[in-house]
């Protein structure tokens, strides 16, 4: 169902139950995957794809011209993820030659109202971005992560799968899987216990993760050491293995280690 006052280019392809309301402009390379909806006012630009029962909230843009000098106009993508939601005056830039060249939100997110997602970022499986939120290029989250409300991100930042940031943070440096990091300028304070909750940790998984995560952050002696410890004291677990591998993994900016209380207490 298209509203006729709604521009849609004709090379544009468009899936089944498809819903396009009033005044929403689909530009010449966007595919429209089944059953989405874009509910009023909404502008999807350039090479687009958007999955299959995503919804589209009024005066959000996706795959516009990525705010970057160096960009000429090159045919660069957006992706957004099956069933995921974005809200009221998003905006989604498509990527760079100089990046990935692909702007990527992944299956079942959420974006509340007046997030900004800009070029080459890659946003994993059921993400919560709290309104405001603001990613600089290049920034990788990843799945299940949440980001607090007024949060901006530093370019080239990575958030680790099921970290928390907290409302009005400053992150300059990345988030460990399942930390929680907090403060205008960010700080690590302890994991997101409640999100390793939902996961369905029992208490002593819960118990074994956080002795991990204290000698990794608050325990003796050089942190290269610890890490190497941890490998061999944790290879069973998971978690731990999770944080170890994105701590081995290269990073632009490093990592944000510094704890605002010195026990490493836990968020929930």
Known sequence: MIHPTAIVSPDAFIGRGVKIGPFCTVGPDVVLEDDVELVSHVVV?????????AKLFPFCTVGMAPQDLKYKGEPTETIIGPRTIIREHCSIHRGTITGTGITKIGADCLLMAVVHVAHDCDVGDNVIMSNNVVLGGHVVVGDRAIIGGSAALLQFVRVGQGAMVGGVTGVTADVIPYGFVFGPRAKLCGLNIIGLRRRGLDKTQLHRVRAAYKFLFAGPGVFAERTAQARADYAD????MDMLDFIATPSRHGLITNLSRATGEDEG
């Open 45 to 53: 630009e350039g090479k687009t794809r958007v999955g299959a029962g």
């Open 237 to 240: 677990n998971q978690y731990v």
